[in-house]
């Protein structure tokens, strides 16, 4: 017997995830409904900055249906503080983070308060009748003037968090004498994640044991957060994911209200349930980007980089949040990008500010690296007047020369940047777009094309844990699986990876389909419970497939290994004498006489004639730490039309050709590449986390950050180059954030690139039309229109 | 109040808050949290319904307005089997993690009841209540299009 599973990488199976999520069976994190179970509401800070002079709870505790209320200073001794797993440097400033806040508020939304009652609007009564005294303290809103001598302090020790520096080869040689040196400031805008399922914790303590179900990416850290965190013992905790409705980093973290919920939990000895309003998510939930970043490019006069120098101020906001430090230094080994050079400089400073937390957000360091590299390069392409996409090729890595170790160290061990170029190229007709906008330019016409260019790379696969390691993160890098062969010969894949919308449950079954030669149907993903998978490092920076999806690889090695001694035993025959064939071992020179997985995995299960001292079990883990990152990479090319008497943008075509290696499931890729371009283009045009001068959050509803909708966007082209990745069996590179990290200089490259015959030479981000009219027409007041 | 109000086929006779909004009405006490909420300024529709066979934003209408009513949410959808666009969103990969995907079902069929054949432009328009942060729109779009193909879409 054969089966017809031979090939399930590569398929465009449709998700199994889907047959929930498209009839309302889903099990968000606030559908969870248990016995007993009360609401939890939490007050929060009007101010940006202030001290708290008292918190009366009174009122609020007499109200009807309030079962208690609690102040930081109620929960001072117990609350101990939210963790920080990335101390960059040693002398790294790291405050004190109270879940709580108990004598000072360092942002506006940050919690002072926490009523429990019977249902969700008494608890949102009764917060109502919390009465607050602070004393206000001036805001620290600007990175900059924070650093000055004599700004109002965030914290005792200061504004500076750290300084991180790094580089390699001689900088200075390399910007001495050059023909050509340019200097920019880009802004990175402040963005809110805006996952679509807010935030919800639920827990429920058992005598001294405690669930925890949490709209999270992260359940095997968060449990060991918190038993670090709250002294709980982590062998009497256990953390569900559910289903999770999105994340993009914004969920990996330890929250404050999940370690509030499991001390409420605990007080009350009843479940809590704590649901977030948007409006209080935007508040609260960690913030994304906001660096100013300085960048100076040197080259000879053909163009052929010299040297890089980048100094960064990456603002932390109030406090550091589980990897807020690590984030812009993830961008430290992208800048150089695909290109070659002699000598890089960076330099990152963490600044300390009144304003929420920032953390991870989808590409996490490398969106930022990706647009000032991008936009320095389009910009050193019209100095020289060169064509941006000559200019890259003249200095891009060129594919006989992988593997290669570039200036900041990492080794590339594939690419093919000339191939996705090419295919970039010709979908986009990119000659027959130049010849259009030189015909637009010459004829003056009122609306504009521009022709935006990001030949982009990553690292992914986070991460080798000794490199980790050399960069002082608390943790490692490896992801776990275990395959449960059952009796009738179905399985069950327990994997450490917990999915949030990823489709792991589809593509993890094609892989193990392959490995083992079983059906896709007939296989199970299990995952986001530290019970059911107790080892993990969960879901971010496009580490999933690459990492966890070569820990179920090895672990099916194993099963097959097992399965073959088993299998020798059946058939009377030594295991050397078997070869593998489609889920069945089968003896070498006579394919009839053979066992499939499904039969020797009930032979283990009867374990009635099992060789001599093998054990009755087929089931096997892995845990993979991989030895490199990988390194996707992709042409995005991006056109656009600017009414210059409006300044309103509009993107014509937009055209994506990705190499993310092997494709396990074209269809999850093609999503996973659709949405990252929309989020990169969200930045580029509309998002931004605005403060007001007291340091309030203009941006609170969704009504105020303009998420885009579908009218916003248009259809995207995309294709792909497969170059495989070297380093891992399934020859995979990861895809989550590609296409955010592209997008955004794309399409910022295109705007300036259709304005600069009216000499406008950036646009802040986001490109609305009020900016990219203002810079046309401050451009025009210099005189420099032609 | 006393409410009287059909959910899914069932009748539930309810004794409600005043304030109470629709959408905690359904999840909370009619047990329907197949309909979730995604923020509080009637943006984002994901508590999209249909009352009386016309889209709301349940979270933009009070229970008590709901009485005498029959609301269909993403878990009556189906008579069945799936609904043309509960297929077509399976098929075309239109979801990912899910969470906009009742309200975008919902209102895409409201959208095609409206307009059974639309182009890309006026899917695009009519959908621009309903608010996804993974997809990019363009399965979105490319299976409400494929959908408005097939038979038994504005049943």
Known sequence: MTTETAHEVGRARRRKEDARLITGQTNWTDNITLPGLVYIAFARSPHAHARITSVDLSEAKAAPGVLAAFSGADLAAEQGGLPCAWPVTPDIVMPNHPPMAVDTVRYAGEIVAAVVARDRYAAADAISLIDASYEPLEPVLDMEAALAEGSVKVHEAGNKSFTWPFGNGDIEAAFRDAPVVLERTYRQQRLIPCAMEPRAVVCAPVGDEYTMWSATQIPHVLRVMLALVTGIPEHNLRVIAPDVGGGFGSK?????????????????????????????????????????QRIRIAAEADGRLRGLDVDLLADMGAYLMLVTPGVPLLGAFMYNAIYKMDAYRFSCTGVFTTKTPTDAYRGAGRPEATYAIEHIMDDLAAHLGMDPLELREKNWIRHEEFPFTTISGLTY??????????????????????????????????????????????????????ILGSLAYAAGGWEHASIRMLPTGKVEVVTGSSAHGQGHETAWSQIVADELGVPFEDIRVLHGDTQVSPKGMDTYGSRSLVVGGTALVVACGKVREKARIIAAGMLEVAPEDLEWDAGRWAVRGDPDQGKTIGEIAFAAFAAHALPEGVEPSLDSDATYDPDNFSFPHGTHLCAVEVDTETGKVKIRSYVAVDDVGVVVNPLIVEGQVHGGIAQGIAQALYEEAAYDSSGNLETATLADYLLPSAADLPSFTTARTTTPSTGNPLGVKGVGEAGT?????????????????????????????????RAIAEASAEGVAR | ???????????????????????????????????????????????????????????????????????????????????????????????????CTPGMIIAAADLLRDNPHPTEEEVRDGLEGNLCRCTGYQNIVRAVLKAAGSAGVTA
Not at chain 1, 254 to 283: Q, Y
Not at chain 1, 766 to 773: A, D, H, L, N, S
Not at chain 2, 69 to 82: D, F, K, M, S, V
């Open chain 1, 252 to 292: 990996l973290q330890v929250t404050a209200e999940e370690v509030l919920a499991l001390l409420l939990a605990r007080r009350l000895g009843r479940p809590v349930k704590w649901t977030e309003s948007r409006s209080e998510g935007n508040m609260a939930v960690h913030h994304g980007r906001d660096q100013i």
């Open chain 1, 413 to 466: 061990d594939s690419g093919n940047y000339e191939a996705a170029t090419a295919a970039a190229r010709s979908l986009f007709h990119y000659d027959d777009l130049r010849t259009e906008q030189a015909e637009r330019n010459a004829a003056g016409a009122t609306v504009r094309l521009g022709i935006g260019v990001s030949t982009f790379t990553e690292m992914c696969g986070l991460a080798p844990s000794r």
């Open chain 1, 741 to 773: 990290i592209a997008s955004t200089p794309a399409v910022v490259n295109a705007i300036i690139d259709a304005l600069r015959p009216f000499g406008v030479a950036d646009v802040p981000m986001p490109c609305t039309p009020e900016r990219v009219w």
């Open chain 2, 1 to 99: 109040m006393k409410i009287s109000v059909n959910v899914d086929g069932v009748r539930y006779d309810d004794d409600v808050e005043p304030r109470l909004l629709l959408v905690h009405y359904l999840r909370d006490q009619a047990g329907r949290v197949g309909t979730p909420i995604g923020c509080d300024t009637t943006n984002c529709g994901a508590c999209t319904v249909l009352m009386n066979g016309v889209s709301v934003k349940s979270c933009a209408v009070l229970a008590v307005q709901a009485d005498g009513a029959e609301i269909t949410t993403i878990q009556g959808l189906a008579n069945g089997e799936l609904h043309p666009l509960q297929r077509a969103f399976h098929e075309e990969h239109a979801l990912q993690c899910g969470y």
